[in-house]
């Protein structure tokens, strides 16, 4: 029932009216009347506030949901999007996250036409065999698996959303704008135009050709990332024909298992593969979720990382790239005056000083050693800071981020959750961008210098690498150290306790 034309009474999702969808306006009236009328009187950053404002978070996010199933296609992606983004409300991403598995397959005879009319040729002039039943569907397309003539194994991608982008691009500015206008720290609009920007790259194939030749040139020399080739014989704006790769999604770890692959090791190439891209290349995959990354066994362990979907990506201003580096040095070393002058540099003034929260899961002022848990007082004290923040300080530090922070928040959160699936150690990440992220520093130096200094930049990229590597595994080492001693305590209590009933059952039995 949501889906319903305003203009013309049908399928929202199929008319061409270029008007809002009724039943959208209303819903998110209703949710703004929600928020307004159930926090009235309510002090914010008050326990009350806080309880009251995780439900209203909890039944819009519901309602959003319902929304996008209805209306299908660009919705279900606009919802995806906002489920991985870290800075919305946690009731939000847990609710539209289900979208992520969620698509409508299109019809077999609408994708033979738009293949025949894109490569000029019968359908079964091209291919031996075309299943006719996709291998994956996501919001925007779908992949069949085909067999050339040559016998060559297949994937054909096909865009499966609807053409109407524009309008309903439109459609979420306008909500957008409305819903600012009662809510005056309400400023995502930096969010919806990167939201654009990613759409309109989905949707040419050519583009993803090219960004998977791009990348499989950046690891050429990296025997465990594979990129499936291009047809580019067979492949326009709307059709992607490229190498069939099989393997299973990187967090599968009843496969891993099963094929006798670590999944610390596939957590560690994960990680170091995206290091690469964000510190070194400057040239990111912006959808890394589990079903784009396949893990595909090669033998006694081996394995390689099959990189699909390459339609997203974001290449990094050189400047941003390299601050970059230098944010992360800073942050393993918990350089606090780098950190905020870094801050400065990225447009986020006083903000800076949750860069090491952010990221490394530490406060600017911690005392905790790098990788470890923080202590009781630093999370209550955490707490505090956070709960003081409003929805005008949140929107504040979003629109004062630059673009390129946008897709590496969003690119880091996705990769933090598969390694978490994998049950990797905190420290695999952080040995991992310490490394890139010093390498894509120093490359850049002995890029502008001459020959003759090259040897003495690898050197002291070397010596840099092992100093963070060292207070890294000093951290770990200090986390087994802990770890080791609570269980001996927890063992030696355990016997002084069992020592003292025999001795008190003795005593009763002379007694």
């Known amino acids: 029932r949501f889906a319903k034309c305003y203009a013309c009474s049908g399928a929202a999702n199929s008319c061409s009216c270029s008007v809002l969808p009724i039943d959208w306006l209303l819903q ?44 299908r296609g660009f919705y279900v992606k606009a919802g995806q999007f906002v489920s991985s983004l870290r800075q919305v409300p946690k009731e939000y991403i847990s609710t539209l996250s289900c979208l992520q598995d969620q698509a409508t397959p299109c019809k077999y005879q609408d994708i033979k036409i738009v293949i025949e009319q894109n490569l000029g040729r019968d359908l079964h002039g091209i291919f031996l065999e075309f299943d006719e039943h996709p291998i994956a569907a996501a919001s925007i397309a779908q992949v069949h698996r085909g067999r050339l003539n040559n016998n060559q194994e297949v994937a054909v991608k096909y865009p499966g959303l609807e053409r109407r982008m524009k309008l309903d691009i439109m459609t979420m500015s306008l909500l957008s704008k409305y819903v600012s206008l009662i809510f005056p720290d309400y400023r995502f609009e930096k969010i919806l135009l990167e939201f654009e920007r990613t759409m309109s790259m989905e949707l040419d194939f050519t583009q993803e050709a090219k960004n998977s030749e791009r990348t499989t040139s950046c690891f050429r020399k990296n025997d465990v990332v594979k990129v499936p080739h291009v047809f580019w014989e067979l492949t326009t ?52 979720h589990p079903g784009n990354i396949l893990v595909s066994p090669r033998g006694q362990g081996r394995f390689s990382l099959v990189l699909l979907d390459h339609g997203i990506y974001k290449e990094l201003d050189p400047k941003f790239r390299l601050d970059y580096c230098k944010l992360w040095k800073a942050l393993i070393s918990l350089d606090v005056q780098k950190i905020l002058e870094l801050g400065e540099q990225f447009g986020v003034g006083k903000y800076a000083k949750y860069f090491p929260l952010i990221f490394t899961g530490r406060t600017i002022d911690s005392k905790s050693a790098l990788g470890t848990q923080i202590s009781g007082e630093e999370k209550t004290r955490i707490k505090q800071d956070l709960n003081s923040l409003g929805m005008d300080d949140i929107s504040s530090f979003m629109e004062s981020l630059p673009p390129d922070f946008l897709v590496i928040l969003r690119t880091d959160g996705l990769l933090r959750s598969i390694l978490g699936n994998l049950g990797a150690p905190r420290h695999v990440r952080l040995l991992a961008y310490a490394k890139c992220a010093i390498y894509g520093h120093e490359e850049q130096s002995r890029l502008e210098s001459g020959a003759i200094n090259r040897i003495t930049l690898q050197i002291k990229t070397s010596i840099s690498y092992l100093h963070l590597r060292i207070l890294i595994e000093l951290a770990r080492l200090l986390v087994q150290f802990n770890d080791y001693k609570h269980k001996a305590k927890d063992k030696l209590s355990w016997m002084l306790q069992k020592i003292s009933r025999e001795v008190l059952g003795w005593y009763k039995a002379l007694m």
């Open 28 to 71: 998110i009236g209703f949710v703004v009347v929600d928020y307004k009328y159930s926090l009235r009187g309510l002090v914010p950053g008050s326990a009350d506030y806080r309880g009251k404002l995780s439900e209203v978070h909890l039944r819009s996010a519901k309602k959003l949901l319902r929304l996008c199933e209805a209306n």
């Open 237 to 288: 704006k709307e059709v992607l024909t490229m190498e069939f790769c099989t393997g299973h999604k990187v967090d599968d770890l009843d496969f891993l298992r099963k094929a006798d692959i670590s999944p610390t090791k596939v957590a560690k190439a994960l990680i170091e593969l995206f290091g690469e891209m964000i510190f070194i290349h400057g040239f990111v995959h912006g959808d890394p």
